[in-house]
C-alpha cells in the first residue's frame, strides 16, 4: 500500500523541523513551504492526499490559501494545525473546506491519527476542541456567519501584506497587479470598514487572525 503524500505549511523553522521529524517514518513528505502563497504553487505542483498548514502564515494566511486551493481541487484534503483555540476560529475553518482541525498542542500520535483518517475522507477534530466545536455548530445552525469578514477574497489578501508591513509597490507585485489597482483597494477597504488610518487596518487583520499579533 503506497504510502499518504503529505504536505507541511508552517513557516516558523524549528515547528517545521520538529513536524518533519514526527512524520517521516509514517508518510511520504512530499514538500514543505513556509508562506501561503508558496503553498499554492506546491499543492498544484505535488498533488499531495493531505495538506497540514497553520493559519498565521506569510504573504497570504492559512484560511485564505485553503479557500483558494479548495476552489482549484475541491477534493483536497487539508488539516490546519495551530495555536489558535478559538472555535469560532475552527468553525470557520471548516466553512472554507478543511478536513481536521489540530492545536499544536495536540500530542504526536494524534496529528499522526489525524492524518491517516483525513486520507481516508474523513473529518477530524482535535478532543481538545471537539465538545465545544461541536455545541457551537450546533447553536449556529445554518445561520449565516454575521462575525465574518465584509471583505472580498482579494481584499483580503491586500489588507494581510499591507498589515505585515508590505509598501503597496510590493503588495502589487505578489498579487500581480499594478500599484494603482492595489492603491484602489486599499480605500475600498478603508471605506468598507469604517477605518480612516493603516493602523486600523492593521488592528482588523489582528482582530481577524489574517496576522499574528
Do not use: C, W
Request: charged share 25%; net charge neutral.
Amino acid at each position: 500500500m503506497p504510502m499518504i503524500k503529505v504536505l507541511l505549511a508552517e513557516d516558523h523553522t524549528v515547528v517545521a523541523e520538529g513536524l518533519r521529524a514526527l512524520l517521516k517514518d509514517s508518510f511520504e513528505l512530499v514538500g514543505m513551504v513556509h508562506d501561503g502563497r508558496a503553498l499554492l504553487d506546491a499543492v498544484e505542483k505535488l498533488h499531495p492526499d493531505v495538506i497540514v498548514t497553520d493559519i498565521s502564515m506569510p504573504l497570504l494566511n492559512g484560511l485564505d490559501a485553503v479557500k483558494q486551493i479548495r476552489a482549484r481541487r475541491p477534493s483536497a484534503r487539508i488539516i490546519v494545525l495551530t495555536m489558535h483555540s478559538d472555535t469560532q476560529l475552527a468553525a470557520d475553518a471548516f466553512r472554507a473546506g478543511v478536513s481536521g482541525y489540530l492545536l499544536k498542542i495536540s500530542p504526536g500520535e494524534e496529528l499522526i491519527n489525524a492524518i491517516r483518517e483525513v486520507a481516508l475522507g474523513r473529518s477530524y477534530v482535535t478532543t481538545l476542541l471537539a465538545k465545544d466545536l461541536i455545541t457551537l455548530l450546533i447553536e449556529a445552525g445554518a445561520a449565516p456567519n454575521e462575525g465574518g469578514s465584509p471583505l472580498t477574497p482579494r481584499q483580503r489578501e491586500v489588507i494581510q501584506l499591507i498589515a505585515e508591513g508590505r509598501t503597496m509597490k510590493e503588495a502589487a507585485a505578489i498579487l500581480h497587479m499594478s500599484p494603482r489597482t492595489a492603491e484602489s483597494h486599499k480605500y475600498e477597504i478603508m471605506h468598507a470598514l469604517g477605518v480612516k488610518t493603516t493602523a486600523e487596518l492593521v488592528q482588523y487583520a489582528i482582530r481577524m487572525k489574517l496576522v499574528g499579533e
